[in-house]
């Protein structure tokens, strides 16, 4: 069996993302962890409603008390639909869009 990049470990299964919900209707999902030359990542989706049929999805790193969100990524018709193609996401692509935000 395939290891999934995204798991709770960055090398395991994949957990099933927790959905909360903030006061301004942006919702924000957990999807995994991993590591980016020797610091720990964690990986969080964040979602906000774009109309009344659509949602988008911004990948958001963060490590301790720092945080970098790429600008959105996804358009779906639901949170589910946009933290399940987040969690597609291949390691080496999360890791290309990290250096990126990191400038």
Known sequence: MAKH???PDGNGAPRR???QMWEDETREASIGRFENSGVMWDLHVVIEP???DLVRGRLSFRSGE?????APLLVE??????VRRAT???R???RQ???SVLG
């Not at 018709?77 to 946009?82: N, R, S």
């Open 5 to 7: 990049p995204n798991g």
């Open 17 to 19: 993302p927790q959905l």
């Open 92 to 94: 080496s692509m999360l």
């Open 50 to 52: 774009v109309t009344g």
């Open 66 to 70: 720092e945080r970098y969100d790429t």
């Open 88 to 90: 597609e996401f291949p």
């Open 97 to 99: 869009l990290l250096i």
């Open 77 to 82: 018709e639901t949170a589910e639909d946009v």
